[in-house]
């Protein structure tokens, strides 16, 4: 019996348990009245019932698919004659990999007699252990069913019962995103401790020169690899300060136009168009810059004299301010629209103009605000991948020259992943030191925004 | 001081008369025919009336009635608002507030207003006084500037509660004090009318009281028009009452006669609480 129809009786049992927990209860409250007799309306007995039927079954099984493999592996190995058992681990499990892909395939029958053994034996633990499980399940979804239905009387908190298991699905749906993010960050950093076993720290860290070409075989001829970090802060921060530059001011203006002197109706034709701009893909802003951008911010400094690499760190930063000037933009507006409009009309009535107002007065109230969006649109460009990736290459340059090409934290740890690696190597665990140093500055920038944000609310609200 | 009534337009102040005196007084500012719009709704009906010097007048009447619109109409607010329309005649010192060339914001510096909600600035205790000052250029260096912030915060008895912290946040006062301070921020600019809505609505009894005797001590040199809801307020800090009702001006007096003897019978009812 395969796991969809295991699955699928259960569900069957569910819904069967509802309707006889809601019924019983029908019925011991005295039919037509029954809900002014019962503690709890009807459904909720019946829900009642269904928990008790299908939760507890549904853990057995979630429980049995997390260890099936582990199970049945263990299973097949203690099958095995002695001398393949004393393999060592690499070869005997290359052994147990095929005795899996064979298992899988109907006919199929091994040549080696060993392995043909084993995969019948798989085979068998296989069938065994799906009948005895969906054995359990059934067992255990009549149990419950049993039990709660004897629970079910006009007194019986049924309501209370069913909301604290629903409290409980709430807080485990928030869990799993934490758990989520503490399993990535814990996988991160071990990968970037393995790294930095083969690298030193300070290195990393201060080393000015980033050239991540190392060995793949060990018979190659190849360098070792630099690894210092410095000149990918410097291009990621170069391009961030540049898209900052085209974003703030632009994203800053737009939104006090569109909160404070455009109508209703202007308002209602421009955020949209705004929000369509946030919409676009970040690839197709990428080849924007590459295609368009580049060659026009080459062709102007050259016209000016200037010797300007193709793929420019200005380009790039160019492009990802316009991509982040509706996020600004629309934060900003949420911000100036969220101050209370007795403080505009209190700076009005002193007889200060809306150009007065919204410097001295609105602009100030709502910097907490304004100040939230900005680091979270510094966060967005310090993380951003694909514009970099296709327009501010990947020479690895530390310059402040925003002619030059730079490359950026997020590229080199695209270039370190794609095509085949091997994963033992400094080359490709740099990856995720560089991912780990990425995180970390995200996630100080957030907390000091935070910090600022409260700190300034605490005074002035 | 003596009433001068020979001049209708652009009676200098020192020619008022004190408050408690009855004499006929010079009109600061003269409601005609006025009538105001909200898109469809006519908030304010032909309303006339005349406001003179020295005189705290209170407008009353049910919640809905075109109080706080009229207010609003005499500092030219409601043109900030999307679909409000004004008609008729408002003349401040003879001068008429809505023709063209008069500029608003020049209007706002001469009649200040305080509104329902105390909405210090989030700004210092001192900035907030000092913003109004600071955006008309009243001061031309540091010293007067810390002057004027002085005297506007002695003037509304505040200066003694906040001299050693006239730097931290204006928000941070009690109710009561950031209302004051909103009025010191107003008198600071030297208005000749301060607009007052509902200003102790939403105070406790004691900064009420307060606020009520500051009303008595700056009507010595303010015209002042305050909306209320508590006709206790309109008898204790008014010397005349105009009762609204459905947009329309239904009655205006001395505070005592329409008090003890109202001419109209919509008055009546509302006073004695049958209405509103």
Redesign the interface.
């Known amino acids: 019996m395969n796991m969809t129809t295991v699955v699928l009786l259960l569900s069957g049992v569910g819904i069967a348990a509802f309707y006889a927990g809601r019924s019983r209860a029908l019925r011991l409250g005295g039919g037509i009245d029954a809900a002014r007799h019962l503690h709890s309306l009807p459904g909720y007995y019946g829900y009642f019932v269904a928990i008790w039927a299908t939760l507890p079954a549904a853990f057995v099984l979630l429980g049995w698919l997390l260890v099936r493999e582990r199970l049945l592996i263990a299973w097949v190995v203690t099958g095995l004659p002695e001398s393949i058992r004393e393999l060592p681990p690499g070869q005997l499990d290359l052994l147990l990999n095929n005795v899996l892909n064979l298992a899988v395939l109907p006919d199929a029958v091994a040549a080696d007699p060993v392995i043909a053994a084993a995969t019948e034996h798989y085979r068998a633990a296989v069938e065994i252990s799906q009948w005895s499980v969906a054995v359990a399940v059934g067992a255990l979804a009549m149990l419950g069913t049993w039990l709660a239905l004897r629970l079910v009387r006009p007194g019986f908190r049924a309501r209370n019962r069913v909301e604290a298991v629903i409290s409980r699905f709430l807080v485990a749906a928030s869990s799993i995103a934490i758990l989520t993010t503490i399993g990535i960050v814990l996988s991160v950093l071990f990968e970037a401790l393995r790294f930095f076993e083969q690298v030193p720290l300070h290195e990393f860290l201060f080393g000015t020169s980033w050239s991540p070409q190392t060995a793949i075989r060990d018979d190659q001829v190849g360098s070792s690899g630099s690894f210092g970090i410095a000149p990918l802060l410097a291009g990621t921060l170069l391009i961030t300060l540049i898209s900052m530059l085209i974003a703030l001011p632009i994203g800053l203006m737009s939104a006090v136009f569109t909160a404070e002197y455009s109508t209703s109706r202007i308002r209602g034709v421009v955020k949209p168009l705004l929000e369509v701009l946030a919409g676009i893909p970040t690839v197709v802003y990428g080849f924007f810059a590459v295609l368009s951008v580049a060659p026009w911010v080459r062709g102007l400094g050259e016209a000016l004299g200037l010797d300007v690499a193709s793929e420019s760190a200005l380009a790039a930063g160019l492009v990802m301010g316009v991509m982040i000037i509706p996020l600004i933009s629309s934060l900003a507006d949420d911000a100036i629209r969220a101050v209370p409009d007795s403080l505009r009309e209190g700076a009005t009535a002193l007889g200060a103009t809306r150009y007065e107002t919204i410097v001295g007065i609105i602009l100030p109230a709502a910097m907490p605000g304004i100040a939230g969006g900005v680091l979270l649109a510094v966060s967005r460009a310090i993380g951003e991948t694909m514009i970099v990736v296709m327009a501010a290459g990947l020479a690895a340059n530390l310059t402040a020259n925003p002619l030059e090409a730079v490359t950026t934290v997020t590229v080199q740890i695209v270039t370190l992943l794609v095509g085949d690696q091997e994963f033992e190597s400094a080359k490709t665990l740099a990856a995720f030191a560089l991912g780990l140093m990425l995180f970390v500055i995200t996630m100080l920038l957030n907390v000091l925004g935070l910090t600022f944000v409260r700190r300034y609310r605490e005074r002035y609200e | 001081m003596t009433a001068s009534t020979d001049e209708t337009g652009a009676g200098p102040r020192e020619a008022t008369t004190g408050p408690t005196a009855d004499a006929i007084r010079e009109t600061c500012i003269a409601i005609r025919e006025l009538d105001a719009w909200y898109g469809d709704i006519h908030a304010l009906r032909s309303i006339s009336l005349d406001i003179a010097y020295g005189e705290v007048i209170a407008l009353i009447g049910p919640s809905g009635c075109g109080k706080t619109t009229l207010l609003r109409c005499l500092?030219r607010?409601n043109d900030?608002v999307?679909g409000a329309r004004v008609a008729g005649s408002v003349r401040l010192d003879g001068q008429e507030i809505y023709a063209r060339p008069v500029d608003p914001?020049?209007?706002?510096?001469r009649v200040?207003?305080v509104?329902q909600?105390p909405?210090?600035?989030?700004?210092s205790i001192y900035d907030n006084v000092a913003?109004?000052p600071r955006?008309?250029g009243l001061a031309t260096d540091r010293a007067q500037l810390d002057d004027i912030v002085h005297v506007s915060l002695e003037r509304v008895g505040l200066l003694k509660e906040v001299r050693d912290r006239l730097d931290e946040?204006g928000?941070d006062l009690s109710g009561g004090q950031q209302q004051r301070l909103?009025i010191a921020?107003?008198i600071a600019?030297g208005p000749e009318v301060i607009?007052m809505d509902e200003p102790c609505s939403a105070l406790d009894p004691i900064a009420t009281a307060r606020i009520e005797d500051l009303i008595d001590e700056l009507a010595e040199d303010y015209v002042i028009v305050i909306v209320t809801h508590s006709m206790q307020q309109a008898a204790r800090v008014s010397s005349r009452v105009a009762y609204l009702n459905h947009g329309s001006l239904i009655e205006v007096g001395e505070t005592n006669r329409i008090f003890t003897n109202p001419q109209h019978k919509l008055t009546e009812d509302y006073i004695t609480g049958r209405i509103g």
């Open positions: 500092n607010l900030e999307e914001v020049a209007l706002r510096a200040g207003m509104f909600k909405n210090p600035f989030p700004k913003y109004g955006i008309h946040p928000t909103c921020r107003t600019v607009l």
